[in-house]
């Protein structure tokens, strides 16, 4: 069976969403707050995540971070569009606004579902004939292996997370900021600096471009 995490203060949507999943055959795991969720997850790992943002305490935009390797729908009241960018660029897999069609839900949450099913590595991310292996530190060009640090895998794994988008300069200094704080704003142009150099010299190729007044993205 698999379960799901529901994590919302408000307990006639917590009631109404438990029901429905059951019905479905899921497992249901609750959370009234992000702090409560934080102790659920560390004492079992569920197979997906609904969450709310307007938490007590520690709130949704807070926790999503936290969540390491599990797909996290959310489930908000926010309607506005760059809210919705942000917490997909944060690692959200999906957004769902309230009010929403459970219906529609249930079938996003099995799409998010068949993905870790069908062996979709997380930590594995590919584009064009480039192949980041974030959980070893490691990009793959070919049959080539380059060894990445801490700062410039995460901003790798940013930019290829997000391959047509060109990413902010701010955006990559708050995403990567809790496993690498050494990286700051007048160091990130050469950190990313470092890692096109070592991916060119065993590709000769330049995957990543900088775009004026923005930030970077992957080069099409």
Do not use: W
Request: glycine fraction near 6%; include cysteine.
């Amino acid at each position: 069976m698999q379960n799901i995490l529901v994590i919302d203060d408000d307990i006639c949507i917590g009631d109404m969403l438990e029901e429905a999943l059951k019905a479905e055959g899921y497992g249901v795991m609750r959370a009234y707050s992000g702090t409560e969720a934080l102790f659920v997850l560390g004492q079992k790992r569920p197979d997906l995540i609904l969450l709310d943002l307007m938490l007590p305490g520690l709130t949704g935009e807070e926790l999503l971070p936290q969540i390491k390797n599990i797909p996290v729908i959310v489930v908000s009241a926010k309607v506005d569009v760059s809210d919705k960018v942000a917490l997909l660029m944060s690692g959200a897999c999906d957004y769902v606004t309230k009010p929403f069609n459970i219906s529609e839900l249930l079938a996003r949450i099995t799409v998010q579902l068949r993905k870790t099913q069908t062996g979709v590595n997380p930590d594995t991310l590919t584009y064009s004939d480039l192949t980041l292996h974030s959980d070893t530190l490691t990009a793959v060009v070919g049959t080539e292996e380059v060894r990445l640090t801490r700062t410039e895998c995460a901003i790798l794994k940013l930019l290829m997370q997000n391959p047509e988008t060109p990413v902010g300069r701010t955006t990559i200094l708050d995403r990567i900021s809790l496993d690498t704080p050494d990286c700051t704003e007048r160091s990130l142009k050469q950190h990313i600096s470092n890692m096109r150099k070592k991916l060119e010299a065993v590709s000769g190729k330049d995957y990543i471009e900088a775009v004026y007044g923005i930030g970077f993205k992957m080069r099409g």
